[in-house]
């Protein structure tokens, strides 16, 4: 009788983090949205003059840094935390309103960064809050901990299965009985679902906070595309390459620039990239959208440009102090390329191969970059349509073999000098 007493405490007590989870992810990404209007929007007609977002972004990255010299280096990604949690069994919950800070305001200033990385450690700060703060929830803080990592990332990206499969690969990484203890994935369905729910009835009370990603209705699949992959995979490989040199370069230089200094910096350039080239800014959900109906209208050049720069432009953000996630960003610069390769390959019969050579180079760029197959291929069925997932699996399976056999060729070479 005790036990089952346990279980369902257990239980309810799943539905109110998913519920809670759920709640704290759809107002957060509703003030990103009221706000980032106000700045790009309403601040300029203010003042007559579209350079004023110049000043205001400089603005929102010298409270950032000021906020990173007295309090550390907010937010921290997802991987960061999850190593936190796993390695301490632990996550400090005490600067959670400076978490909010610094990861509201590169959302809302532009930066060319998603939102995952804040909540996710925001997520998590508020779990152990509640098992420092709840005498029930003590027993399985760290089930917790994972529980609200999943629903969260679920509920970005409008894909259940990546947030249980983001959390669980790197938990089960080394220990194969993970999966199975407590029954975990039966606990993170049951979050999802409230976390769902909780978010389906606000959008209908006070309309969706953001937009999402748009998605391919339609996805063309003939054996011209099939052998394209001899050219999209190699394509993608050579794309994670250039986003970890990209990744090298602007660490060395945020490492070289003073906190306040850098991030006031990137601010600026963040206001004028924002003012000159909108299209390469923010996370590039809104951009996606368009990009997907007026791509034929631009040049491959411009399109491999485009997505050159937003891989450049992120890891300029997340080194320079403006910090945030990676995933929409690298989504919207590999679909890029992908408009750009099926230009130059089929020409006026670009429309009907754009969509697959997108899925093809996000899937080998994703796989390499997060080191799990299966969470990268439910991420793109936020973009894809399921009977592409085979295609999208082996590109990804591709893409992390290929990256982790050129990681140990890097390695053994410094080794030897």
């Known amino acids: 009788m005790k036990k089952s007493g346990n279980a369902v405490k257990l239980v309810l007590f799943t539905v109110l983090l998913g519920c809670f989870a759920g709640l704290v992810v759809w107002c957060f990404l509703k003030a990103v949205t009221v706000s980032t209007h106000l700045v790009w929007d309403v601040l300029p007609k203010s003042f007559g003059n579209p350079y004023v977002i110049v000043a205001a972004c400089a603005a929102g990255g010298l409270v950032v ?4 010299k007295l309090f550390g280096d907010y937010p921290e990604e997802l991987s960061v935390v999850m190593g936190k949690i796993k390695k301490e069994k632990h996550y400090d919950y005490h600067p959670m309103a400076i978490m909010l800070i610094c990861a509201f305001i590169p959302l809302v200033f532009g930066a060319s960064v998603g ?10 700060a508020l779990c152990y809050w509640m098992a420092d703060n709840v005498t029930y929830a003590k027993q399985d803080t760290v089930l917790y901990s994972q529980i609200g990592e999943a629903v969260t990332l679920g509920q970005l990206f409008h894909s259940p299965l990546f947030g249980i499969f983001a959390v669980e690969e790197s938990e089960t990484e080394g220990n194969p009985e993970a999966l199975s203890k407590g029954n975990k994935l039966v606990f993170y369905g049951i979050a999802t679902a409230a976390s769902f729910l909780v978010a389906e009835a606000l959008n209908a009370a006070f309309g969706a906070p953001m937009e999402g990603f748009p998605s391919f209705a339609e996805l063309k699949m003939c054996k011209e595309d099939f052998l394209m992959l001899l050219i999209y995979i190699p394509v993608g490989l050579l794309l994670y390459l250039l986003f970890e040199l990209s990744e090298k370069l602007t660490a060395l230089a945020g490492r070289m620039i003073p906190v306040i200094l850098k991030e006031t910096l990137c ?149 030897t000098e």
């Not at 840094?65 to 990173?68: P, Y």
């Not at 939102?115 to 998590?124: K, M, Q, R, S, V």
């Open 65 to 68: 840094g000021i906020l990173h």
């Open 267 to 415: 601010g600026a350039v963040i206001g004028l990239m924002g003012i000159m080239v909108p299209i390469a800014m923010f996370s590039g959900e809104e951009q996606m959208g368009e990009l997907m109906e007026t791509f034929v209208s631009y040049s491959p050049v411009f399109l491999i440009g485009i997505c050159l720069l937003k891989m450049i432009m992120t890891t300029f953000c997340i080194n320079l102090g403006m910090k945030g996630g990676h995933f929409f960003p690298l989504i919207f610069a590999c679909t890029c390329m992908g408009f750009a390769v099926a230009s130059l390959v089929f020409s006026a019969g670009a429309p009907e191969h754009a969509a697959f050579a997108a899925a093809a180079i996000c899937a080998t760029v994703l796989g390499a970059q997060l080191k799990k197959p299966i969470a990268a291929s439910l991420l793109l069925l936020l973009c894809f349509p399921v009977r592409a997932l085979f295609c999208i699996f082996l590109c990804a399976v591709i893409g992390k073999s290929a990256a982790g056999k050129i990681t140990s060729v890097f390695a053994d070479k410094r080794q």
């Open 115 to 124: 939102p995952e990385a804040g909540l996710t450690g925001i997520i998590a």
